[in-house]
């Protein structure tokens, strides 16, 4: 099992940018779909983005696609998400996630294994 931390949350202002780390440890990162989810104040934790290693392809939620990328270095077992554009709406604590789910079922948080203990990102308007 993958052990995954992250970092790089903070505060700022509409339409500024943050980049979030995710670093894991373990046998099995390179084979490991990797995931952003976050989840607002009394919401549920939903899809961001993802990684799949089997075809090099990324996934985005519709409400981030264009202002979001997730890039990744298996040699620093490292995963990356840049955001850009930052809008109150992406408020949330951002999760890291690990899994090994099939392509149709990569948006679903169940699907993973390994999470990591998130890190706070707060857009003021």
């Known amino acids: 099992q993958v052990q995954l931390v992250e970092s790089g949350g903070g505060l700022v202002q509409a339409g500024a940018s943050l980049r979030l780390s995710c670093i894991a440890s373990?046998?099995?990162?390179?084979?490991?779909?990797m995931a952003w989810f976050r989840q607002a104040p009394g919401k549920e934790r939903v899809f961001v983005g993802a990684?799949?290693?089997?075809?090099?392809?990324?996934y985005y939620a519709d409400s981030v696609k264009g202002r979001f990328t997730i890039s990744r270095d298996n040699t620093k077992n490292t995963v990356i998400l840049e955001m850009n554009s930052l809008k109150p709406d992406d408020t949330g604590v951002y999760y890291c996630?690990?899994?090994?789910?099939?392509?149709?079922?990569?948006?679903?948080?169940?699907?993973?294994?390994?999470w990591g203990q998130g890190t706070q990102v707060t857009v003021s308007s």
């Open positions: 996630a690990a899994g090994r789910p099939v392509l149709s079922a990569l948006r679903f948080s169940h699907m993973y294994n390994s």
């Open positions: 373990g046998p099995s990162f390179s084979g490991s779909v």
């Open positions: 990684h799949n290693p089997r075809n090099a392809n990324r």
